[in-house]
C-alpha cells in the first residue's frame, strides 16, 4: 500500500506514460488524509529499508534489536496501511462494522501493543 | 402451511430475552458437565498429578510460586541431567505455570489459602469450561448460537479431549486448547469484520498460546494457509489484509519474547509459510491499490504478471536461504509427520514415545463415538455455504484429519475442529425438522420426482452426488441457497408432518443421549486413572491399590543422602525428581540423545563395562521398574530394546541390537535368552533374587509368560537397596570401589569364599576409573 511512485518504477521499465498517469490519477482522486497516511508510509518504508540495509551491510550482531526495530518499522506499516484501506472512502462497502473513528481506535490499540512487543524486545 | 402452530402473542423482546436466558442457563450447565466428567481420578483416587511430565511442570509451579517469578524466570536446575543441569527459564514454555502462578496469587490475595497442588490438578478441569465457551464463540460465527451451544456441549465431555485434561493432568495442553480455540475465533472474528482490534486480539492470544505450548506452530502454519487458499479462490478482500497483517506483525514480535522460541521465527522453516503469506499479502494488496487507480486492460496484465513473478522470486528466495543454512530446516518432531518412516529410522527417542504412532480406527470411535460420522456431514454442510469461514474448518479438517491420523497425541487438535464441524451439521438438520414450515403439497409429489431425477442424472460426474443429495433435502428451506438448483428446489422440498420430524428428532435426541452415556464410561474407565497409583479389582469387587512407585520413591527420598546421584531410564526423571526430590541423570526433557544413549549403554552392557559408566557419572542409586511378578506390562524389560537401540546410535560397534535376540529372532528373558541380554545390567538388575520368591517351584515371569531359569543372576558392581512391596521398583546401590583394589567381581567372589585357581590368568587389578 505504499506510494505508487518508488515501486512503479521498478516493476514497469518500459511505459513511462503509464507511470505518469498513474501518478496523476493518485494525485487526483486521492483525499488529502490518505495522502497524509502515505508520506507516513514512505517515511516507515524508508526508516526499515535503512535499518536493513545497515544490518546487511554493517553488523546483525544485537540482533534482537535489530529484529525489534526492523519488525516495529514493518509493523507499524502495515497497521497504518491496514488503517489506510479502513478508512478509505471506496472500501465502505467492505468494512461494514468499522467506522473511520473506531478504525483510528484499533490502529492506536494495536499500535501501542505492538510498540509495548518492540521495546520489550530491545532487551 | 404450518406443521404445528406456534404461539403468536408473544413479543420479540421476550423472545430475546428468553433465548439469551436459556443460552446463559446451557453454558453454565455445559461448563458443570465439563468440570465435573473430569474428577472422576480426584474422586475415585485422590488429588495427585498423574503422568509423568506434569510432575516437572508441578515443579516448576511450585518454584515460581514460592520464590517468584523472576527467580522462576532465570531458574537454573543443577539437579536435572546431573553433570550438565538445565537452564530451565529458558528450555520451557512457562505459560502454563505462569497461569497458575497467577491463578494461586489471586486466590491468595483474596485470603482463599489454596495450596499449589490443588491449583496444578484442578487447572485443567477449570480451563476445559472455558474451552467449551470458546468453541461456541466459534462456532457461532460458523452459523449460529445453537450450533455454538451443541459445540459447547460435545467439547465438554468429548473424551478425545478429556484424555489430556482431566483433573491432575497438569500438562500444557490443559489450557492449549482454550488458546487454540480462542485465537481461531479471534482470527475468523478479524476476518468477517475487517478489524485491527481482533487482530490484536488473536496475536495476543496467540502469544499466549507461543508462552504455553510448543502445539503453536499449528496455528503459525493453519492461519496463512487459510489466508493463501482464500487468495487462490480470488477472495482477497481488505479485510483479509487488515486481519492477517496486524496478526502477523503483532504476533511474531509477541512470540520472540518467549526465551525457548527465541529468533525461531524468523529462522526456521516452520514459520516460513506465516511469513511468506505476509508478503504475497503485501504484493496482492499494492496491486490492488494500483488497479484501483489505472483502468488500463494492459496495465493490469502487466501487474497480475509481475505479482505472480513476485511471488515466485520469494518462494526462491526462500527455498535458497534453507539451503545456505540462513534458515534452518524442519525439525525432526514436525518432518516425521511428513515422513512417517523418518523418526524411527534416524530418531529412535521420537519413535520410542508411544503417543507418536499412528492412530487406529477404533480409538477414533472411542475418542469421537458419533462425531466420527457426524463429522464429514458437518464438513459437505459448510462446503454448500462456503463462506470464508467455512474455508478455514474445511481447511482445519483435513489438515487435522491427516495429523491425527499420523500420530497419536494429535487427536487432540482434531477435537475440536470435530465438535464444530458436527455441531453445525446437526444443527442444520435439527433446524430443519423444527422448521414448521411444510411445503406445498400439489405440485410436491411430481416435483420432488422430477428433481430427484434431474439429480440422479447429475450426480455420478460428482462422485459426492449421494451425499449431495441427502444434503439438499435435509437443508432447511430457507437455510441453504447458493445455486441455482437449490433455489428451484427452495419451494417443494420440506419435511411433512409431525410423525416425520418426531422420528427423526427422537432418533437425534437418542443419539445425542448414547453420545453422553459413551462419553462418560470412556471417561470414568479408560482416561481417569493416575499412572502413579496402580488399581486392580479383588475377587469381591472392591479396589486394590498398588502403591508402590510413591512407596520407593518416598523410601528414596528418606534414605538417601540429599545430593544422591539416581540413575533410571528417562521415562520416570521427572517422577524422581518431583517425589523424590533426588539428582537425575536423564529426563523425560530428551534435549540431550548422547548423554540418554550413555544410560541406555549402562543398561545394556555387562556389568564391568558398565561399572565404569556409573563411577564416572557418579550414579549412587540406579532405579529399575520391573513388572514380572505382578504382571505390570510397562516395566523396563520391555523398554529395553528401545534403550539398546538408543544407546546403538551412538555407539554402533559396542552396542548391537541383534544381539539381544535370539538365534531365531526372538526377545527372550528365559534359558533361552542371548547371553548379552543375560548379561545385561537391566536383565541382572530386573531378575537379582527372582528366583527366591517361588521357593524352587517354577520361576515364571508373568509379563512375558516366560519360565526363567531356577538360578538368579548375581550381581557384583551393585547392592541390592530397597525393592518394593510388588516388586515394581527395584533400587540398587553403586559399590565404591574395592578398599584393596581388587575388581568387584574378585572381591566378591572372595568375600564369598571361593578360592582363585592359580591357573586363571591374573585378573586385572583395578576396575578403570
Known amino acids: 500500500m505504499a506510494p505508487p511512485k518508488a515501486p512503479a518504477t521498478s516493476t514497469s521499465p518500459a511505459d513511462n506514460s503509464a507511470i505518469h498517469s498513474l501518478w496523476k490519477a493518485y494525485n487526483d482522486t486521492t483525499p488529502s488524509r490518505l495522502k497524509l497516511i502515505d508520506t507516513f508510509l514512505v517515511f516507515l518504508m524508508l526508516s526499515g529499508i535503512a535499518q536493513f540495509l545497515y544490518c546487511i551491510l554493517v553488523t546483525n550482531f544485537p540482533f534482537n534489536a535489530f529484529l525489534a526495530g526492523f519488525g516495529s518499522c514493518v509493523g507499524q506499516f502495515v497497521l497504518t496501511a491496514s488503517l489506510r484501506s479502513q478508512v478509505n472512502p471506496e472500501n465502505r462497502g467492505e468494512f461494514k462494522d468499522v467506522s473511520p473513528e473506531r478504525a483510528f481506535a484499533d490502529f492506536a490499540l494495536g499500535s501501542i501493543v505492538l510498540h509495548f512487543f518492540a521495546f520489550n524486545f530491545l532487551g | 402451511m404450518l406443521a404445528y402452530s406456534l404461539p403468536s402473542d408473544v413479543s420479540p423482546s421476550t423472545l430475546v430475552n428468553t433465548a439469551s436466558l436459556i443460552r446463559i442457563v446451557a453454558l453454565g450447565l455445559i461448563s458443570a458437565a465439563a468440570i465435573s466428567s473430569r474428577l472422576f481420578a480426584v474422586v475415585n483416587f485422590e488429588s495427585i498429578i498423574h503422568e509423568f511430565d506434569p510432575w516437572f511442570n508441578y515443579r516448576a509451579t511450585r518454584v515460581l510460586a514460592s520464590k517468584g517469578f523472576y527467580e522462576f524466570w532465570n531458574w537454573f536446575d543443577p539437579t536435572a541431567w546431573y553433570p550438565l543441569g538445565r537452564v530451565v527459564g529458558g528450555t520451557i514454555y512457562p505459560g502454563l505455570m505462569a497461569t497458575s502462578g497467577v491463578i494461586y496469587n489471586v486466590l491468595h490475595a483474596l485470603n482463599l489459602p489454596v495450596d499449589i497442588r490443588n491449583i496444578c490438578v484442578l487447572l485443567a478441569p477449570g480451563f476445559s469450561a472455558l474451552t467449551a465457551w470458546a468453541t461456541y464463540m466459534f462456532t457461532k460465527e460458523m452459523k449460529d448460537e445453537s450450533a455454538g451451544l451443541l459445540a459447547a456441549a460435545f467439547i465438554g465431555i468429548v473424551p478425545g479431549y478429556i484424555s489430556r485434561s482431566v483433573a491432575g493432568s497438569y500438562d500444557n495442553e490443559a489450557i492449549a486448547i482454550f488458546l487454540l480455540m480462542f485465537t481461531f475465533f479471534a482470527w475468523i472474528k478479524a476476518l468477517k469484520t475487517g478489524s485491527a482490534l481482533f487482530g490484536t486480539i488473536a496475536a495476543l492470544f496467540y502469544f499466549y498460546m507461543v508462552a504455553a505450548w510448543g502445539g503453536y506452530a499449528f496455528i503459525t502454519n493453519m492461519i496463512p494457509l487459510h489466508a493463501f487458499v482464500l487468495l487462490l479462490m480470488g477472495r482477497y478482500t481488505s479485510r483479509l489484509y487488515v486481519a492477517y497483517c496486524s ?523
Open chain 2, 247 to 769: 496478526w502477523y506483525a503483532i504476533g511474531t514480535l509477541a512470540s520472540m519474547q518467549v526465551p525457548f522460541v527465541g529468533f525461531q521465527p524468523v529462522r526456521t522453516s516452520e514459520h516460513m509459510a506465516a511469513l511468506g503469506i505476509f508478503g504475497l499479502l503485501q504484493i496482492v494488496a499494492f496491486a490492488q491499490l494500483i488497479r484501483s487507480h489505472v483502468s488500463s486492460k494492459q496495465f493490469q496484465d502487466l501487474l497480475f504478471v509481475s505479482v505472480i513473478s513476485a511471488a515466485v522470486l520469494g518462494m526462491a528466495a526462500m527455498v535458497l536461504l534453507t539451503y545456505k543454512g540462513w534458515i534452518a530446516p524442519w525439525t525432526g518432531r514436525f518432518y516425521s509427520l511428513w515422513d512417517t518412516g523418518y523418526a524411527k529410522k534416524y530418531i529412535p527417542i521420537i519413535a520410542s514415545v508411544s503417543e507418536h504412532q499412528p492412530t487406529a480406527w477404533p480409538s477414533f470411535f472411542m475418542d469421537l463415538h458419533l462425531l466420527t460420522f457426524l463429522f464429514p456431514f458437518g464438513v459437505v454442510t459448510l462446503f454448500r455455504q462456503l463462506r470464508d469461514e467455512h474455508v478455514f474448518v474445511i481447511i482445519y479438517a483435513v489438515m487435522g484429519t491427516y495429523f491425527a491420523g499420523v500420530m497419536v497425541r494429535l487427536m487432540l487438535t482434531l477435537t475440536p475442529c470435530v465438535c464444530v464441524a458436527a455441531a453445525v451439521g446437526l444443527s442444520n438438520l435439527v433446524d430443519t425438522y423444527m422448521d414448521p414450515q411444510e411445503p406445498d403439497v400439489e405440485d410436491e409429489t411430481e416435483d420432488s420426482k422430477k428433481t430427484k431425477k434431474e439429480k440422479a442424472a447429475g450426480a455420478p460426474g460428482t462422485g459426492i452426488g449421494v451425499i449431495d443429495d441427502l444434503v439438499s433435502t435435509l437443508s432447511a428451506a430457507g437455510s441453504v441457497s447458493s445455486e441455482k438448483e437449490t433455489k428451484s428446489k427452495k419451494a417443494k422440498t420440506g419435511i411433512f408432518g409431525l410423525d416425520t420430524r418426531m422420528v427423526v428428532l427422537f432418533n437425534t435426541a437418542g443419539m445425542l443421549m448414547f453420545f453422553v452415556l459413551h462419553c462418560t464410561w470412556v471417561t470414568a474407565n479408560a482416561y481417569s486413572s493416575p499412572s502413579v497409583v496402580l488399581a486392580s479389582t479383588n475377587p469381591d469387587g472392591s479396589q486394590h491399590i498398588i502403591d508402590d512407585f510413591r512407596e520407593a520413591y518416598y523410601w528414596l527420598r528418606m534414605n538417601t543422602k540429599e545430593d544422591a546421584v539416581v540413575m533410571s531410564w528417562w521415562d520416570y526423571g521427572y517422577q524422581i525428581a518431583g517425589m523424590a526430590d533426588r539428582v537425575t541423570l536423564v529426563d523425560n526433557n530428551t534435549w540431550n540423545n548422547t548423554h540418554i544413549a550413555t544410560v541406555g549403554k549402562a543398561m545394556s552392557s555387562p556389568e564391568d563395562v558398565a561399572y565404569p559408566i556409573l563411577r564416572k557419572h557418579d550414579v549412587d542409586y540406579v532405579l529399575v521398574i520391573f513388572g514380572g511378578l505382578i504382571g505390570y506390562s510397562g516395566d523396563d524389560i520391555n523398554k529395553f530394546l528401545w534403550m539398546v537401540r538408543i544407546a546403538q546410535g551412538v555407539w554402533p560397534d559396542e552396542i548391537q541390537e541383534p544381539n539381544y535376540f535370539t538365534p531365531q529372532g526372538e526377545y527372550r528373558v528365559d534359558d533361552q535368552a542371548s547371553k548379552a541380554m543375560r548379561e545385561s545390567l537391566m536383565y541382572k538388575m530386573s531378575y537379582y533374587r527372582f528366583a527366591e520368591l517361588f521357593g524352587g517351584g517354577q520361576v515364571v515371569d508373568r509379563v512375558r509368560q516366560q519360565y526363567l531359569p531356577k538360578q538368579s543372576p548375581t550381581l557384583d558392581i551393585l547392592d541390592e537397596a530397597f525393592t518394593s512391596e510388588n516388586w515394581i521398583v527395584r533400587i540398587y546401590q553403586v559399590k565404591k570401589e574395592d578398599s584393596l583394589g581388587r575388581d568387584l567381581k574378585s572381591a566378591n567372589a572372595f568375600a564369598e569364599g571361593k578360592k582363585r585357581k592359580r591357573s586363571k590368568p591374573p585378573v586385572k587389578r583395578r576396575a578403570i576409573a
